[in-house]
Each structure stands twice: as structure tokens, then as C-alpha cells.
């Protein structure tokens, strides 16, 4: 680490760099020691962040439990914020897989999630931000890209909701309305 010695000063008692106080080290003028520094603080904070997302993972987890003791629905993280585009969607499973969902972003601001079948034969309806609605195309079925109520053709109940919840740029699926699991 030392090797270079243009890169390395004397400290003004002479003394070598082991003997000198922690300030010296915490706050090094020669290059390598700097380099040192930011790689040890560089490795902290990698550390850090990974026991930070542990622990929000093992918290989820926990949560999870307690909601399925109480026989409640789980959390479950659908996205970040910013992987859904305003007209984006994203297709997910919720509480399991045997429940196709849609996550709509409406605006910059907005969410809604609802379930994807069909309230009248269960196809799958498509999202469609421009019109306002979301389409069966089986049937030609429309509901409301804001409440799932329906708007047009066969189907007469409204889709479920899934309920949303934001946290630190993350979205998550709560719980659903309308529909018993
Ligand atoms: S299944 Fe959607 S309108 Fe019939």
C-alpha cells in the first residue's frame, strides 16, 4: 500500500504512520491511504444497504405471517415507481396464482389495480389508458379504468380492486375489494 513513496508524507512528528492518532488515518493526506478509506467506506455502505433490504425483506416476511394468521391478504411488492411509464401496465398475480391482476399507471401520480378476469366469463380484459376503460375483448365487455365498474356490454358486477400501498418508490399489493379468495 505503501510502495510509492512520492505518493506518501511525513507527519510532522516524524513518527511512523502506526504511531499516529486516529484523525491521521480516519482522515489521510497521502493518495493510497485515501484510496484505502473509500474502499472500506465503500464496502460499509454496500454492507449496510444489504442489511437494510434484509431486513425490509424479513419484515415483509414477518408481516406476511402475522396478516395469514389473522387470515388477511399478504403484501406483496408488484413494481418500483419508476419501472411503470404514465399509460404503462403491468400484469402480476395476487394473493396467488391462480388471480391474474393488472397494474395500471394512469398518471404521473396515479395507480389503480384490479383483477383481470372478466366479471362476466372471465377473459382477460385489457387495459386501455387512452380510452379510459379496460376491454373483454370476448364479449366486448368495457369497465372503468379508475373504479372497474362496468361500462358496456355483458358484464354487470365491477372487477376487483387490489388495494395499493407506496412505500420509499415501491408499490405493493395489500389486499383485494369485490371478491372473496
Ligand atoms: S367474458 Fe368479458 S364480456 Fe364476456
Redesign the pocket.
Known amino acids: 500500500m505503501k510502495s510509492d513513496k512520492e505518493e506518501l508524507t511525513v507527519a510532522p512528528d516524524g513518527r511512523p504512520q502506526e504511531e499516529q492518532p486516529k484523525w491521521r488515518t480516519d482522515f489521510p493526506i497521502d493518495w493510497p491511504e485515501d484510496h484505502y478509506v473509500a474502499r472500506r467506506d465503500f464496502t460499509k455502505f454496500m454492507v449496510l444497504t444489504s442489511l437494510a433490504f434484509t431486513v425490509g425483506q424479513g419484515w415483509i416476511v414477518l408481516q406476511n405471517f402475522f396478516r395469514k394468521r389473522r387470515g388477511e391478504l399478504p403484501v406483496q411488492r408488484l413494481a418500483a415507481v419508476e419501472q411503470i411509464p404514465v399509460g404503462g401496465s403491468l400484469v402480476f398475480h395476487y394473493p396467488d396464482e391462480a388471480n391474474p391482476c393488472v397494474l395500471v399507471r394512469r398518471t404521473e401520480t396515479a395507480f389503480v389495480a384490479f383483477g383481470q378476469e ?1 366479471t ?4 382477460a ?1 385489457v387495459p386501455q389508458p387512452e380510452r379510459n376503460c379496460f376491454h ?1 375483448p ?4 368495457y369497465f372503468d379504468l379508475s373504479s372497474g365498474q362496468p361500462l358496456a ?3 354487470r358486477r365491477p372487477l376487483p380492486r387490489i388495494k395499493l400501498e407506496f412505500r420509499q418508490g415501491e408499490i405493493y399489493a395489500t389486499g383485494m375489494e369485490g371478491k372473496s379468495v
Do not use: F
Open positions: 372478466c362476466h366469463l372471465a377473459c380484459v373483454c370476448c364479449h366486448e365487455g356490454g355483458p358484464p
